[in-house]
């Protein structure tokens, strides 16, 4: 049987550490010097497990300020629709919704393709801040086509996960979804927002939510990139 390199074993030592709250989120861990020591390893092999650690989301490496330990437990599955709330729920967070503020607005033409309604017509936006264990974690938006959700706006502050309140105010059931990811730096609004520095990295998601194939919601969400993942399984090769 094949010995695992050296860098594996650090590697497996310290994810366990971290699932075991050796090293808890936001802790440093011992500079290269000392892990060495620990290790009896070379540099070569304490950056390779590292690197491997960062990769996986358990640490981010700071050029200067040392190697932090990482939130790795907040991960999205992306072959379920599963709203962030849901996610952060399931994963053992405390969430909360922060700042709430609900209005009926006429559709410009993007919400309108999207939802496939005439532009002009009117769609409920529900905007909010959205706390993990009292912490900002994500700006969301959420705009649905107001004749599906009349009176929405009473219910201001009286819910946390919306495709749950959804489901259970006016049976809408969402069972598919179609997302558009990408990441951008946040702007000075957003990081008040959110409490980080401006050009902080963010994770956006643009969704499409459907109802038995007709479109029911967009949201537009942006979470606070080191503190979120998304999860994606595929099979098969692309020819």
């Given amino acids: 049987m094949s010995k695992l390199p050296a860098y594996i074993k650090m590697y497996n030592t310290i994810k366990a550490e971290i699932q075991k709250e050796i090293y808890q989120v936001g802790d440093l861990l011992p500079v290269e010097a000392e892990l060495e020591k620990l290790f009896s390893v070379s540099r070569t ?4 497990a590292m690197e491997l650690l960062s990769r996986e989301g358990f640490v981010e490496i700071k050029q200067g300020r040392g190697t932090m330990v990482l939130d790795y437990r907040t ?3 992306l072959n379920q629709v599963t709203s962030v709330s849901e996610t952060l729920r399931r994963k053992g967070y405390t969430v909360k919704t922060k700042s709430m503020y609900i209005d009926i607005i006429h559709a410009p033409s993007n919400l309108a393709e999207e939802l496939m309604i005439n532009q002009g017509e009117m769609i409920a936006r529900v905007q909010r801040i959205q706390l ?9 938006k959420n705009y649905i086509p107001y004749p599906l959700v009349q009176g929405i706006e009473e219910y201001t502050n009286q819910f946390t996960a ?6 259970e105010k006016y049976e809408i059931q ?3 979804a179609k997302d558009k990811i990408y990441a951008k730096g946040a ?5 008040e927002m959110l409490r980080v520095k401006p050009e902080t990295a963010l994770l956006c998601i643009r969704r499409v939510c459907f109802q038995d ?16 993942e998304l999860e994606l399984s595929m099979m098969g090769r692309y020819k």
């Fill in 132 to 140: 993990a264990d009292e912490k900002p974690v994500a700006i969301m």
């Fill in 187 to 191: 702007d000075f609004t957003e990081a």
């Fill in 45 to 48: 092999t304490v950056r390779r």
């Fill in 174 to 176: 969402i069972d598919a």
């Fill in 75 to 77: 991960k999205q599955n």
């Fill in 213 to 228: 194939e007709r479109p029911v919601c967009v949201d537009v969400v942006s979470i606070i990139g080191n503190q979120y």
């Fill in 162 to 167: 919306l495709y749950q309140f959804l489901e």
